[in-house]
């Protein structure tokens, strides 16, 4: 059975980079045609596809957060991650790592605060 787990610190000061660690069980981060997203939710706000790193290591990332947003990997653990630099209270949302669009961690919460 194929589980996702977030993992990073819960609170996180504005301008700082918000690091979130996934790690997958039951299924390969390198495997042919899979797809790692990040997606968050912010308070009172839809869902939001942040960027995507796919089974050979190709990453794509929303526009609007481009500049911003890094996903990478690490195969010997099977864990992807991601980082978000200059954060802000804006960036408070419960975060999401998901294989495809079907399989979803459990969340976690993010405040951006002082």
């Known amino acids: 059975q194929m589980q996702l787990q977030e993992s990073g610190p819960g609170l996180v000061k504005p301008s700082q980079t918000l690091s979130l660690t996934c790690t997958v069980s039951?299924?390969?981060?390198?495997?042919?045609?899979?797809?790692w997203s990040w997606i968050r939710q912010s308070p009172g706000k839809g869902l939001e596809w942040m960027g995507v790193?796919?089974?050979?290591?190709?990453?794509v990332y929303r526009p609007s957060l481009e500049s911003r947003t890094s996903i990478s990997r690490d195969t010997s653990k099977n864990q992807f991650s991601l980082q978000l630099t200059s954060v802000t209270p804006e960036d408070t949302a419960v975060y999401y790592c998901?294989?495809?669009?079907?399989?979803w961690g459990q969340g976690t919460q993010v405040t951006v605060s002082s």
């Open positions: 998901v294989r495809g669009l079907t399989v």
């Open positions: 790193i796919a089974g050979d290591g190709f990453t």
């Open positions: 039951g299924d390969s981060i390198t495997a042919s045609g899979s797809t």
